[in-house]
Every structure is written in C-alpha cells, then in structure tokens.
C-alpha cells in the first residue's frame, strides 16, 4: 500500500491506470489496485487508498462536478 505519492517515485511522463475506478467510487470502496506505466518500460503494481468519502461525495465525483 503506498502511504505517499512521493513513493512512487513518479517521473515526468509515467502514467497511473486505475481499472474500474468508477466502480470503486460508487462503492465507496476503500483500496484500489494500480498500474503505473513507467516512461523507462517497467510496469508496477501497487495499491492505493482513497479518501473516506460520503455517498453524497461519491456521487458528486461521478456526475464529473
């Protein structure tokens, strides 16, 4: 689980996939899993948290307000 963005040691032109984030949102589901694509070829796998949101929230962020 990352705890920090700064973990990722992230460089310009690496890219996050989140698969089915939406889902995750609508379900207020706590922890994702990640594919970073990195500019050098490697891919990772990690697993991030997402805030602790309401349902009110969840729905905001899915209406793309």
Same mark, same amino acid.
């Given at each position: ?40 070829? $490697?891919? /990772? !796998?990690?697993?991030?948290? &997402? *805030?602790?949101? $309401?349902? /009110? !929230?969840?729905?905001?962020? &899915? *209406?793309?307000?």
């Amino acid at each position: 689980t990352v705890n920090s963005i700064q973990e990722l040691n992230l460089h310009n032109g690496d890219r996050i996939f989140i698969k089915d984030i939406k889902d995750a949102v609508a379900n207020l589901e706590r922890n994702v899993t990640a594919t970073v694509y990195r500019t050098n070829g $490697s891919v /990772d !796998e990690c697993q991030l948290t &997402l *805030a602790d949101i $309401s349902k /009110d !929230e969840a729905d905001i962020l &899915l *209406a793309g307000c």
